[in-house]
């Protein structure tokens, strides 16, 4: 199981603790994102993982981030400069590697997989390596995802179909995308080959990661 699905510590019970705070039923939130209750109610039991469009939705309607739903890390926090007074001994500096093999990595519904390639939180950007599946698109639902920033891709293996606005692209290795991330939008792999790609989020809103 991905790290951010345990049952006990993971997407679940912040997800309940987020809505709880903001005094949402179930039954609500699921009426707000487009879902079903059923689904909100799985997943906050650990026994059902969101489409990347739902987990979008998740925390858009709740006003938190990705890292802060997934990872658990403060929502408010954005990085900044670390002066050191000069009168004391610097202290070790927090660690700007990301090892191969210390990824947080998070399987999704619909054959998606995010391997978070910063070291630590960042609120304001998501910097992830995305493999779909083969078969494997960024939503159940079928439905494109709308959310805050601006997005940029790069395939580096493997073709990835982009539905942008009214437009299709086929984007293969070596190809790049960037645009609007409110511009509807999905992703789909129709091949038999995974797909690879790395993809930057910068978020434009406080709060969302």
């Not at 990347?52 to 890292?67: I, K, P």
């Not at 998606?112 to 078969?135: C, H, K, N, Q």
């Not at 290795?173 to 792999?189: R, V, W």
Request: aromatic share 6%.
């Amino acid at each position: 199981m991905s790290a951010g699905f345990d049952p006990e510590t993971g997407l679940g019970p912040r997800l309940r603790l987020a809505r709880e705070e903001r005094q949402l039923s179930v039954r609500e939130l699921a009426r707000r994102i487009g879902c079903s209750a059923s689904l909100v109610s799985q997943i906050e039991r650990g026994v059902s993982v969101p489409s990347v469009g739902v987990l979008y939705s998740l925390a858009t309607e709740l006003d938190t981030s990705l890292d802060h739903l997934l990872f658990g890390a403060d929502p408010s926090r954005r990085p900044g400069p670390v002066i050191e007074p000069a009168a004391r001994e610097p202290e070790p500096g927090p660690c700007i590697v990301q090892r191969a093999g210390g990824r947080n990595i998070i399987d999704l519904a619909s054959g998606v997989r995010w391997e978070r390639l910063t070291p630590g939180a960042d609120a304001m950007t998501d910097f992830l390596e995305v493999i779909y599946s083969p078969g494997g698109h960024s939503t159940d639902e079928r439905r494109p995802l709308r959310h805050d920033g601006h997005e940029y891709g790069l395939v580096i293996s493997g073709t990835l179909q982009a539905n942008v606005g009214f437009e299709s692209y086929e984007l293969g290795p070596g190809d790049s995308i960037a645009f609007d991330s409110a511009t509807p939008h999905e992703y789909l792999n129709k091949t038999g080959e995974p797909v690879h790609a790395i993809w930057v989020v910068v978020h434009s809103e406080p709060g969302r990661a």
